[in-house]
C-alpha cells in the first residue's frame, strides 16, 4: 500500500476502502500494471529499450514468472526504473492463486499494446487509433477488475462498458496533460480533432462508465467504482470551466460525499 500511495494518489483512495481480500487483490494487479506502465512512460528510456523491456515482460508473464530473468532484463536499466517496475515479482506474489493468471494476462496484453504504441511514436491520426491506445493504457484495467469482481463473489459486468469506464478516465487524463504532451512531443488527440471532440469522446465513454456500474450490487465494489467516476466527471468539468484541475479540497470533499452516501 506504501508503494502504491506513491505511484496514484488518485487509486490508493479507493483501493484503500476495499476490504481486506479485495484490497489486497486490487492493489497487487494495479501495481502489476503500473509497473509495465512506469516503462512506457519513462522520461529517460529510449524507444528501443522500452520497446525490449515491454516484449520482454509480456512473454515472461505468459508463463511461471522467472524473477531472475526478470531482474536480468531489468539489469541495464536498473538505476533507471523506478521501485513498482522493479518489484514486479512481488505484486504477482502478493496476488491470490485463483486470479491471478488472469492479472497477469492483462499485464501481458498491456505491455504487448504498449510497446506497439512505443513504436508507432504514440501517433494518434484516428479515433480507431485512439481507442486502440486507450484500449491498451486504460481499457485493461476495467477488463482486469472485470475479472476480479467476478473471481472475489461472482459479480457478472460487461467487459465492453468496463473499456469504456477506463477509456473514460484515460481520456480526461489525456484533456487534463494536453499541454504537457505537448512539450515532450506527443499529441493523443486525432487529427482535425478540437478539445470539444476530445470532451464528447470523454462524455461517451463515461456514460458507459454509467451502465457498467449498473450491474454491480456489492456495495464494497460500488464505492471502490464511484471514486474514480466521479473524479473524473468533475474533473471534466473543471477543465471546462478553464481549470486546470480540482483542488486537493474539491477531491477530499467528493470522496466524502460517496462515502456518506446511502
Same mark, same amino acid.
Given at each position: 500500500?506504501?508503494?502504491?500511495?506513491?505511484?496514484?494518489?488518485?487509486?490508493?483512495?479507493?483501493?484503500?476502502?476495499?476490504?481486506?481480500? $479485495?484490497?489486497?487483490?486490487v492493489?497487487?494487479?494495479?501495481?502489476? !500494471?503500473?509497473?509495465?506502465?512506469?516503462?512506457?512512460?519513462?522520461?529517460?528510456?529510449?524507444?528501443?529499450?522500452k520497446?525490449?523491456?515491454?516484449?520482454?515482460?509480456?512473454? @515472461? @508473464?505468459?508463463?511461471?514468472?522467472?524473477?531472475?530473468?526478470?531482474?536480468?532484463?531489468?539489469?541495464?536499466?536498473?538505476?533507471? @526504473?523506478?521501485?513498482?517496475?522493479?518489484?514486479?515479482?512481488?505484486?504477482?506474489?502478493?496476488?491470490?492463486?485463483?486470479?491471478?493468471?488472469?492479472?497477469?494476462?492483462?499485464?501481458?496484453?498491456?505491455?504487448?499494446? !504498449? &510497446?506497439?504504441?512505443v513504436?508507432?511514436?504514440?501517433?494518434?491520426k484516428?479515433?480507431?487509433?485512439?481507442?486502440?491506445?486507450? =484500449?491498451?493504457?486504460?481499457?485493461?484495467?476495467?477488463?482486469?477488475?472485470?475479472?476480479?469482481? =467476478?473471481? =472475489?463473489?461472482?459479480?457478472?459486468?460487461?467487459?465492453?462498458?468496463?473499456?469504456?469506464?477506463?477509456?473514460?478516465?484515460? &481520456?480526461? /487524463?489525456? @484533456?487534463? /496533460?494536453?499541454?504537457e504532451?505537448?512539450?515532450?512531443?506527443?499529441?493523443?488527440?486525432?487529427?482535425?480533432?478540437?478539445?470539444?471532440? !476530445?470532451?464528447?469522446?470523454?462524455?461517451?465513454?463515461?456514460?458507459?462508465?454509467?451502465?457498467?456500474?449498473?450491474?454491480?450490487?456489492?456495495?464494497?465494489? $460500488?464505492?471502490?467504482?464511484?471514486?474514480?467516476?466521479?473524479?473524473?466527471?468533475?474533473?471534466?468539468?473543471?477543465?471546462?470551466?478553464?481549470?486546470?484541475?480540482?483542488?486537493?479540497?474539491?477531491?477530499?470533499?467528493?470522496?466524502?460525499?460517496? $462515502?456518506?452516501?446511502?
Amino acid at each position: 500500500m506504501h508503494v502504491l500511495k506513491l505511484t496514484s494518489r488518485t487509486f490508493y483512495i479507493p483501493i484503500k476502502l476495499l476490504k481486506p481480500k $479485495l484490497r489486497e487483490t486490487v492493489a497487487s494487479a494495479y501495481l502489476c !500494471m503500473r509497473a509495465v506502465d512506469e516503462v512506457e512512460d519513462h522520461p529517460n528510456l529510449s524507444a528501443t529499450a522500452k520497446q525490449h523491456i515491454l516484449r520482454e515482460t509480456a512473454e @515472461l @508473464l505468459k508463463v511461471d514468472f522467472s524473477e531472475d530473468a526478470y531482474a536480468t532484463l531489468l539489469r541495464p536499466y536498473e538505476k533507471e @526504473l523506478p521501485e513498482v517496475t522493479k518489484r514486479l515479482g512481488d505484486w504477482i506474489r502478493f496476488c491470490p492463486d485463483g486470479i491471478v493468471q488472469n492479472v497477469k494476462t492483462s499485464t501481458s496484453v498491456m505491455a504487448n499494446g !504498449m &510497446a506497439d504504441w512505443v513504436e508507432k511514436d504514440w501517433q494518434v491520426k484516428t479515433e480507431a487509433d485512439l481507442d486502440d491506445y486507450t =484500449y491498451y493504457v486504460a481499457g485493461l484495467v476495467g477488463v482486469m477488475l472485470s475479472d476480479i469482481w =467476478y473471481w =472475489y463473489d461472482g459479480t457478472k459486468t460487461d467487459k465492453q462498458l468496463a473499456i469504456g469506464y477506463g477509456r473514460g478516465l484515460q &481520456a480526461v /487524463n489525456v @484533456l487534463r /496533460n494536453k499541454d504537457e504532451d505537448a512539450e515532450r512531443g506527443v499529441r493523443f488527440f486525432p487529427e482535425n480533432w478540437t478539445r470539444d471532440d !476530445m470532451f464528447a469522446y470523454a462524455q461517451r465513454n463515461l456514460q458507459q462508465a454509467d451502465e457498467y456500474m449498473k450491474s454491480i450490487h456489492t456495495k464494497n465494489i $460500488l464505492l471502490f467504482c464511484r471514486i474514480p467516476l466521479e473524479l473524473a466527471k468533475k474533473t471534466l468539468k473543471a477543465l471546462k470551466s478553464g481549470k486546470e484541475k480540482m483542488s486537493r479540497d474539491e477531491v477530499n470533499e467528493t470522496v466524502d460525499e460517496i $462515502l456518506h452516501q446511502p
